[in-house]
Each structure stands twice: as C-alpha cells, then as structure tokens.
T-cell receptor, first 116, second 114 residues
Framework: DTAVSQTPKYLVTQMGNDKSIKCEQN?????MYWYKQDSKKFLKIMFS???????INETVPNRFSPKSPDKAHLNLHINSLELGDSAVYFC???????????????FGPGTRLTVL | AQSVAQPEDQVNVAEGNPLTVKCTYS??????LFWYVQYPNRGLQFLLK??????LVKGSYGFEAEFNKSQTSFHLKKPSALVSDSALYFC????????????FGSGTRLQVQP
C-alpha cells in the first residue's frame, strides 16, 4: 500500500513546454513538500504546504507553481521548461513540523524529468 | 542558519567490516538529526533520528548513529556491513522551532565490496 505516490515516474519533454507532476499521500499527514535532486544528487527543498497553505517557497522561479487541492495532494506545474529543470523531483510528506519538528518525512519514488 | 556537512563523497568498505558515514551539523540551539538512505532509482527512506536523551540511536537495518554535541556530529555506523547496504546516505538537520525546512547534506555514497 503506497504511502507517497508520484506520477509520472519519467517525463521527457521539449524546452518551452508546460508539464505537471502529481503527488498523493495516504498517510494522513498535514504537510507536503517538493524537492529537486540534481545530477550531483544534491537535494534541495522547493516548496512546503501545510493543510493546503504554502509555508515554504525557497526562491524557486515562478515558472514552478505548486497546487494543493486538498491536504493529501500536492501537484507541481512547471511552465516554459528549461534545460536546467532536468532533475529528479521528489514529493514528501510529514506531520506538521511546527507541532512536531522531530517527525520524519516520507518520500515518494521520484519523477525523473528530462528536458531536451 | 542551519547546515549539514558530509565530508566524504564516497565510503568504501569490505563486507563484514564495520562502517562509518560521517556527518557534522550547524544549527541554533539543540538539533533534531536524521539519516536517510536512497537506493538507486528510489526515493529516500528514513533510517533513524535523534530527538533527545540517549546519544546512541538505533535504527532500521542494523544501523545506529551517535550524537556528539561537543563535536556537533551525528555519524552513522553499522558493526558489520552488507553488500545490500550499498546506497546513497543523507544526513539532515532541523532546529527545534520547526519553522525551517529540513536541511540535507550532500550525500555519501557507500560502496560495500563482497
């Protein structure tokens, strides 16, 4: 029974296109995240949502727009894709860190985005 | 600001030998510390965490980590490495306010040779 799921697993597209990645968690968590892992495996937080409200936005270009229709879903829409957007994008979830900063995060399997 | 340093890009160890993956941190106040493992083409999996109390924390798959406040370190250890332990390991830190995002280190690739 998958805890954090992402679709698609692979995404290959041309520069300039718009694409979306979907994320769902069935853990009952309040908080969801998007991370970007580059080719050197550095993991960087992009966004964090708590109960559908944006709480962290780490200087991500506004071509990236997260959308949270409910607290179990956090989708990532990317406009005008660029070569530098090629990376693996991970969704994660946890209990609200403001109430339990010691709570671990649970990660999805990742979406490998390749921009040609 | 909070930060994590994993000084080794790669650690090589023979199967059956003990392993150590190093992590040092910087944070205001007392930290919460985490270790995650990433197998090829997979997401990160939680291994263990330090909250408070006993400095030796035990986690999944026989891993443990030792919190050392004076050295601001949280090294990951295992008494006897398995080939299946070969993966990418990430240390992460968060301050106790919970207002900041979890900060990850750059990762250390563990290679266990048979």
């Amino acid at each position: 029974d998958t805890a954090v799921s992402q679709t698609p697993k692979y995404l290959v597209t041309q520069m300039g296109n718009d694409k979306s990645i979907k994320c769902e968690q069935n853990l009952g968590h309040d908080t969801m995240y998007w991370y970007k892992q580059d080719s050197k495996k550095f993991l960087k937080i992009m966004f964090s949502y708590n109960n559908k409200e944006l709480i962290i936005n780490e200087t991500v270009p506004n071509r990236f727009s997260p959308k949270s229709p409910d607290k179990a879903h956090l989708n990532l829409h990317i406009n005008s894709l660029e070569l530098g957007d090629s990376a693996v994008y991970f969704c994660a979830s946890s209990q609200d860190p403001a109430r339990g900063p010691y709570n671990e995060q649970f990660f999805g399997p990742g979406t490998r985005l390749t921009v040609l | 600001a909070q930060s994590v340093a994993q000084p080794e890009d790669q650690v090589n160890v023979a199967e059956g030998n003990p392993l150590t993956v190093k992590c040092t941190y910087s944070v205001s106040g007392n930290p919460y510390l985490f270790w995650y493992v990433q197998y090829p083409n997979r997401g990160l999996q939680f291994l263990l965490k330090y909250i408070t109390g006993d400095n030796l924390v035990k986690g999944s798959y026989g891993f443990e980590a030792e919190f050392n406040k004076s050295q601001t370190s949280f090294h990951l250890k295992k008494p006897s490495a398995l080939v299946s332990d070969s993966a990418l390991y990430f240390c992460a830190v968060r301050d106790r306010t919970g207002r900041r995002a979890l900060t990850f280190g750059s990762g250390t690739r563990l290679q266990v040779q048979p």
